[in-house]
Structures are given as structure tokens and as C-alpha cells.
């Protein structure tokens, strides 16, 4: 029922004549397969207000992380809401879909803890990478149309190419967002 509920005010939302402005923002972060592996993330987001304190985010991840068996760059798109609150605090969701290129360290096979073989041919293995993220943050600007905020983001993601759909991948991503632009 409450998802019914919210379908039907988002649909009003996007319907209804807004006042509210639009944002540009640029972000970067830390991105951790598993929550370990060390990587960096650089992220570009343009978010349309429907209210004052309710935004539909479109953003562009590009990433970068280092396990101890492959090296991964990453490239996917994210469309989702985030919900501002008085206090500052804010909380998110987002669908991706994108890319993952993963070079191994190992010559030709490579099994994992899973007993999961790749052939992978001593080249760099590219494969879809579909992808649930959720997220709260603080907002630390005090002026409403340029945020600045941290946010903590924990990942659920595929590699299509060498993981079957019972194996996901699990990341923390620690950033901070900034406002380029407003319109």
C-alpha cells in the first residue's frame, strides 16, 4: 500500500508544474568492492526538483578500484530520488546500469573464492553491470540552492560477464557533492 501511495505522489510530482530549481552537481568519493578494496569514484549529477525537499537525480558514476586478483574501471548511470530533510540530512535510491572492464592479475584462468572459472585470455574482460545504490548524507551548506554534502552510499552491483546473477558485488562509496550550477 505505501508503495501505491508513493507511486501515485511521485507520478503527481512529475506531472504538476514545479518551481522549484534544477541542479548540476559534481561529486567524488571512495569507491570499496566489498568495502576494502581501495578505489576512487568521480561522479557527475543533474538533479531536477518536484519540491523543495524532493529530487529526481540523474547521475554518471565513472570509477576506479583494485582487488587483489583484477584491477576495475567502471562507467554506469544512476536514476533515482532523494528526499531532503529540515535538518539537513538527506536519504536516496537509485537504479544503474552500466559498464565494468577488468584487467586480471592472473595469466589465463582465473577461479575465485566461489570456485568461478574465467578464461580470460590475458585481456581486459568488459561486461554489463546492472546496479542498486542507496544513500544518506548531510547537507552542509547553508545557502538552499547551492548544496554541499557528504554522503555514504552502499552498492549492490553485477558483472554480467564473469558472475552469474546469484554472485553480486557489494561497495561502499564515501564522497562528497558539490553544486556547480543552478537553474
Known amino acids: 500500500m505505501r508503495k501505491l501511495i508513493f507511486l501515485i505522489l511521485l507520478i503527481a510530482g512529475v506531472a504538476s508544474q514545479s518551481t522549484a530549481q534544477n541542479k548540476l552537481n559534481l561529486g ?20 531536477k526538483f518536484f519540491t523543495e525537499d524532493f529530487s529526481l537525480p540523474l547521475r554518471a558514476d ?41 584487467r586480471f592479475m592472473s595469466d589465463y584462468f582465473f577461479m575465485d573464492k566461489y570456485a568461478a572459472v574465467s578464461v580470460h585470455g590475458n585481456k581486459v574482460n568488459i561486461g554489463l553491470m546492472p546496479s542498486i545504490t542507496s544513500g544518506i548524507g ?18 549492490v552491483y553485477l ?10 558485488y557489494a561497495a561502499l562509496q564515501i564522497g562528497f557533492t558539490k553544486t556547480l550550477k543552478t537553474k
Open 28 to 47: 567524488v568519493g571512495y569507491f570499496g568492492e566489498n568495502g576494502i578494496n581501495p578505489g576512487a569514484l568521480i561522479e557527475f549529477e543533474y538533479e
Open 62 to 102: 565513472f570509477g576506479y578500484h583494485v582487488n587483489s586478483d583484477f584491477h576495475a574501471f567502471t562507467f554506469d548511470i544512476h536514476k533515482g530520488f532523494r528526499k531532503y530533510y529540515k535538518s539537513g540530512l538527506m536519504i536516496e535510491q537509485s537504479i544503474g546500469f552500466g559498464i565494468i572492464a577488468k
Open 138 to 155: 548531510y547537507d552542509f551548506s547553508s545557502e538552499k540552492d547551492h548544496s554541499a554534502f557528504l554522503w555514504i552510499r552502499p552498492k
Open 159 to 168: 558483472d554480467l560477464s564473469y558472475r552469474a546473477l546469484n554472485l553480486p
